[in-house]
């Protein structure tokens, strides 16, 4: 049997993604998930660090690239992270992702990875059983996003609550126009 080398390079081994979500009218969180381009399983978009972009900025990218969408940054700290051993070839590469929000801005039919992935948008529980299927993430980096999910359906329960609680404006009576004047 082949002997498998071990990448602990800590520069090489980060990641930046994008956790992108929208909310429906009936307040469902639905998250943004693309394939990998090597074994076609679902993940969240992300990729390496780029030279002069912070690191919420190179999510940002790499959602464009791997998905065609724009979002809009939730923050500029990370929401989460998680670690998996990416596996090529003979070698095997420790990961370190680091995850940021998004919220859903569009989505365009030309970008550079397009033809390359599939994309879906799924409610979190769908979501998450599309990505405990990817077996390089270990169980703790699994409970890791699983905990990202859950913190994102409260802030979306609380925002609705909030603008459930917001007083609509009263529009200002205006007299009747009386006909002849």
Known sequence: MARMQVNKSAARNLQYAAL??????????RVLLVTSRDSGQWILPKGNPIKGYAPHEAARRE????????????????????????????????????????LYGATSETFKENGQRAQKWCALPEALYFLSQNTNIPLTGFWNIQLMFWAEAQRAELALKKK??????????????????
């Open 20 to 29: 992108c979500y929208r909310v429906n009218d009936d307040g469902e969180i």
């Open 63 to 102: 959602l464009w690239e791997e998905a065609g969408v724009t979002g809009r940054i939730l923050g500029k700290k990370p929401v989460g992270s998680f670690e998996y051993d990416k596996h090529t070839g003979k070698e095997v590469t420790h990961m370190h992702i680091t995850v940021y929000r998004f």
């Open 164 to 181: 459930a609680r917001r007083p609509k404006p009263q529009k200002k009576a205006r007299p009747p126009v009386l006909a002849g004047g």
